[in-house]
């Protein structure tokens, strides 16, 4: 398994991928054009795990100059319980303080009650001061 930067060519298969192994629930629809403007913005922010060939786990690596956030962490199933999870975070987690970093936070639905003992063990906790508060903006 190697880890690596998404490139344009991948977005077919990171959507595909994401709709059968990612929590997708209370959230926008993902895009193309929302996955190539990632790419085109930050070419290192999504990682990919892939598997001779197969695309098997991503990470979203964000930072915008001051915080850092972790989104869309999957593997896909068939492959899960073999650190893959572990691995893209570790990857992620490096980038960011290469970057400048000094704190990580990781959107994880409440009711996604699989990942919360993953996120744990790799040294997360939920936040009781904080609530995430949204406002979808309409396309014009």
């Excluded at 930072?63 to 691995?87: E, F, K």
């Excluded at 400048?100 to 409440?110: E, H, N, T």
Aim: hydrophobic share 50%; aromatic share 8%.
């Amino acid at each position: 398994m190697i880890l690596r930067s998404a490139h344009a060519a991948d977005i077919p298969a990171v959507l595909d991928f994401w709709r059968a192994a990612a929590e997708d629930g209370h959230r926008p629809a993902d895009s193309a054009q929302a996955v190539a403007a990632l790419i085109a913005r930050d070419p290192e922010a999504l990682i990919l795990a892939v598997d001779e060939g197969v695309l098997v786990g991503t990470v979203i690596a964000g930072w915008d100059g001051w915080r850092c956030h972790l989104y869309r962490l999957a593997v896909a199933p068939a492959y899960r319980g073999q650190g893959i999870a572990r691995s893209l975070v570790e990857a992620a987690e490096d980038r960011l303080r290469r970057l400048g970093g000094i704190r990580v936070d990781a959107m994880v639905l409440d009711d996604n009650s699989t990942a919360h003992p993953a996120w744990r063990a790799l040294g997360y906790q939920p936040q009781a001061q904080w609530s995430r508060w949204v406002k979808p903006l309409p396309v014009q």
